[in-house]
């Protein structure tokens, strides 16, 4: 079986940026999925809670 391009499928919809370190996390997922700023920080702020994090997106 062949390997998959994963690019076809997933993309980059925003960037964790921690403002009091230099270690930014990209947010990707599947092209058919839209999440909003605050459902992101839902989703990541357990890992955040040390860091002082905002989202950016387009």
Same mark, same amino acid.
């Given at each position: ?8 499928? #997933?993309?980059?919809? &925003?960037? +964790? ?6 270690? =930014? ?8 999925h839209?999440?909003?700023? #605050?459902?992101?920080? &839902?989703? +990541? ?6 860091? =002082? ?6």
């Amino acid at each position: 079986m062949g390997s998959v391009n994963l690019n076809l499928y #997933q993309t980059v919809i &925003a960037i +964790v940026h921690r403002k009091n370190d230099d270690d =930014d996390k990209k947010v990707v997922t599947n092209k058919t999925h839209r999440y909003s700023k #605050q459902q992101i920080m &839902a989703l +990541v702020e357990f890992q955040e809670r040390f860091f =002082d994090s905002e989202i950016i997106m387009d």
